[in-house]
């Protein structure tokens, strides 16, 4: 056709050029006419055509496109139809793991896969939460969701309470409980959080805290805590209180004491372990130490602790026996105490049954009865005792006088740091009585004497260290036997004022300690 249509071109051209000439060849024209004609019908059939057979190529794709996506739809039913079912399948079996591989946001798997985790034997709590935030990103308003989230705060509230969290416990549970959890699944995290601060009050009564120890027992108590379980927490309290009380007594607070030990009592504390603190009550009591003196009081507690077998309290219920105070004066009763004490082992009670022998009070009188008594006494370290057979050593009061058996119970009760003993036996070191003469034995004793305000060792020490040329130490000891109203310390010390001898010489302050001494007839 491109040939053709060159020639029409060149023959059209070929005319023109003969019009300009003038020149008209009607033969040529005419024949040009038809073939132009003939060609513009071929042309147009031939556009025909090619527009048919691109309708047919478009209506062929059309076709073709319909199939592909007739195929792909199929395809994609059958793929979806299969994936459906396999995901039934999987959340039928409860199979959540599997269920969720093909729908990963599948909210029925994901609650289904919160209660297998919570279910299982160790409990998977924090990927139960994790699940759980996942459904509810999807579609927070699925009933199903608050079910299971009110178990994992149950669940967690245990986990916690187990681990002794208290606090965070408390606020899962309270969690739980607002989300509707049944009893059955807040029971076991109530049944551990009581435990939690059953077993937190026991540490924290150990520690001596009552008060918060006492608030966490009553909130064990309020969860339902069996007894059991609360138990090992009111026994530590209860020697908590115990312990408290004793620590009042010491401090003079007696209300409070008994007070605390009452509530100890109503805890269950066990007798022995208040024993010591009834006893140091009744001697609170019994001296008047921080609190008014009660002698009937004093006994009362003192029969507490005897019935227990305390022993000190036996002698102390023979005591007041002895004196009338608190009971009736019966030296017979008296002596049945004593001789409780006695058989226990108790040295002072030995002593007082040796006393009574020898003042044939309660029993017929019997020096020999009595002296066996305080042998025992002494031989078992009552300081009494010992110097008292000391004395009688010394004197030769109902035994031979024998000072060197004097000495030894002497120095025994001087020991001991009885006073009295420490000034004799200071005296028979420095006049060589029973033993060997020993000037400084004897000064190491009086001193201790001195030390615990016995007067005539004081004395004794201020004569010994004037003769020595010790005019300091001297007046030390002088001034504190005239302070004690001692005439001869006070002569002594007008003595230094007036030489000027261990003091700046002050003959007005001489005669002020010389009246003194001579008021007592000091000649």
Not at 220 to 236: F, I, K, V
Request: aromatic residues 8%; glycine residues 8%; neutral net charge.
């Amino acid at each position: 056709s491109g040939d053709f249509q060159r020639g029409i071109d060149r023959a059209s051209n070929y005319k023109n050029a003969l019009s300009k000439r003038g020149l008209i060849d009607r033969k040529f024209a005419e024949l040009l006419d038809r073939f132009q004609h003939a060609f513009e019908e071929q042309r147009e059939e031939e556009a025909e055509r090619r527009q048919k057979a691109l309708r047919l190529k478009l209506a062929i794709g059309a076709a073709a496109v319909t199939a592909i996506a007739l195929l792909t739809a199929a395809g994609l039913w059958v793929r979806s139809s299969l994936r459906a079912s396999a995901l039934a399948e999987a959340v039928q079996q409860q199979q959540w793991d599997d269920a969720l591989a093909i729908d990963e946001q599948h909210v029925p798997a994901l609650i289904g896969r919160v209660t297998q985790r919570l279910n299982a034997a160790t409990p998977d709590i924090e990927g139960a939460f994790a699940d759980i935030s996942l459904a509810e990103q999807i579609d927070s308003t699925i009933a199903e969701i608050k079910p299971v989230k009110a178990l994992a705060y149950a669940k967690r509230a245990a986990s916690l309470a187990t681990d002794g969290k208290i606090t965070d416990a408390e606020k899962d549970l309270k969690e739980s409980e607002t989300l509707g959890a049944s009893d059955s699944q807040l029971t076991p995290a109530r049944q551990l959080l009581a435990l939690a601060y059953a077993k937190r009050a026991a540490s924290l009564a150990t520690d001596g805290k009552i008060t918060d120890a006492e608030k966490d027992l009553k909130e064990s108590e309020t969860l339902g805590a069996s007894d059991s379980q609360l138990t090992p927490a009111r026994q530590l309290l209860a020697l908590a209180y115990a312990k408290r009380a004793a620590f009042l007594v010491t401090k003079g607070k007696i209300a409070d004491a008994e007070k605390h030990l009452k509530e100890a009592q109503t805890l269950g504390v066990l007798d022995s372990q208040i024993v010591d603190v009834q006893y140091n009550l009744g001697t609170a009591y019994s001296v008047g130490k921080r609190v008014p003196q009660n002698y009937t009081e004093a006994v009362k507690w003192f029969r507490k602790t005897a019935e227990q077998g305390h022993v000190d309290s036996y002698r102390q219920i023979g005591l007041m026996y002895r004196s009338g105070r608190g009971v009736p004066e019966n030296h017979t009763e008296a002596l049945k105490w004593f001789h409780k004490a006695a058989e226990q082992g108790d040295a002072e009670a030995h002593w007082q049954i040796g006393s009574m022998y020898r003042s044939g009070r309660g029993v017929p009188e019997n020096k020999t009865e009595g002296l066996k008594w305080f042998l025992k006494a002494a031989e078992l370290g009552d300081a009494e005792a010992q110097w008292i057979l000391g004395a009688l050593y010394h004197e030769g009061f109902d035994v031979p006088e024998d000072h060197s058996e004097a000495v030894k119970w002497f120095r025994k009760a001087a020991e001991q740091g009885v006073a009295k003993a420490q000034l004799v036996l200071g005296t028979m070191y420095y006049t060589g009585q029973g033993i060997s003469k020993d000037e400084v034995e004897a000064v190491t004793w009086f001193r201790k004497a001195a030390e615990q305000g016995v007067a005539d060792a004081q004395l004794v020490l201020g004569t010994y260290c004037t003769d020595k040329g010790l005019s300091d130490e001297a007046v030390k000891w002088f001034r504190k036997a005239a302070e004690q109203g001692v005439a001869k310390g006070q002569y002594g010390l007008g003595v230094k004022y007036y030489t000027g001898r261990g003091v700046p010489q002050n003959y007005t302050e001489a005669v002020k300690w010389f009246r003194k001494a001579a008021e007592q007839g000091d000649a």
